[in-house]
T-cell receptor, first 112, second 113 residues
Framework: LAKTTQPISMDSYEGQEVNITCSHN???????ITWYQQFPSQGPRFIIQ???TKVTNEVASLFIPADRKSSTLSLPRVSLSDTAVYYC?????????????FGPGTRLSVLP | KAGVTQTPRYLIKTRGQQVTLSCSPI?????VSWYQQTPGQGLQFLFE???????NKGNFPGRFSGRQFSNSRSEMNVSTLELGDSALYLC????????????FGPGTRLLVL
């Protein structure tokens, strides 16, 4: 299973762009990269998923370099409500189902 | 569509007891996964069920077991509870597993005294 490494915590100010990088040196060829957001006392919520290059949706962008050994979640113009823990997952699905490892997560604090 | 629901939301048990947690996936979803979340270990995968069959299993002792019913609802059972089993237990569902987005429930917070 591919293990991930993320910064434990990050601080930002409202309106700034936040980039959270996840390292996954032993990512396998078929592995996808997925990011989740979690607020206290709630289950994680899907943010974005990608395999290579760049993926963008209405809330975030995901940048994946060619070697795929890392990925960066980019949150544009964060607000106080973006204060949460962000998890990077690397995994794939095989005949036995999904095979994911949740990293320790990055606690993002957005300050006014 | 209604989201993933988990019952009960909070539970207090004593060591040695057993507990059963329930998860109702989003309507139409056939894959249900269970996770344990603790401050020390973070989010850890327990197992996944698909069409009433356990399809994948994490690294947890046999005291942790589960099952899935024909309507895709799932239960998780922990026998002979230990203090270290105190955690938030999360259930997630997806349409068919695979590269499908998982939708998490609010979790059941279990406290073992």
């Amino acid at each position: 299973l591919a293990k991930t490494t993320q910064p434990i915590s990050m601080d930002s100010y409202e309106g700034q762009e936040v980039n959270i990088t996840c390292s996954h040196n032993n990512i396998a060829t078929n592995d996808y990269i997925t990011w989740y957001q979690q607020f206290p006392s709630q289950g994680p919520r899907f943010i974005i998923q990608g395999y290579k290059t760049k993926v963008t949706n209405e809330v975030a962008s995901l940048f994946i370099p060619a070697d795929r050994k890392s990925s960066t979640l980019s949150l544009p113009r964060v607000s106080l409500s973006d204060t949460a823990v962000y998890y990077c997952l690397v995994g794939d699905w095989d005949n036995y189902g999904q095979n994911f490892v949740f990293g320790p997560g990055t606690r993002l604090s957005v300050l006014p | 569509k209604a989201g993933v629901t988990q019952t009960p939301r909070y539970l207090i048990k004593t060591r040695g007891q057993q507990v059963t947690l329930s998860c109702s996936p989003i309507s139409g979803h056939r894959s249900v996964s269970w996770y344990q979340q603790t401050p020390g270990q973070g989010l850890q995968f327990l197992f996944e069920y698909f069409s009433e069959t356990q399809r994948n299993k994490g690294n947890f002792p046999g005291r942790f077991s589960g099952r899935q019913f024909s309507n895709s609802r799932s239960e998780m059972n922990v026998s002979t509870l230990e203090l270290g089993d105190s955690a938030l237990y999360l259930c997630a569902s997806s349409s068919s597993g695979g590269r499908e987005t998982q939708y998490f429930g609010p979790g059941t917070r279990l406290l073992v005294l």
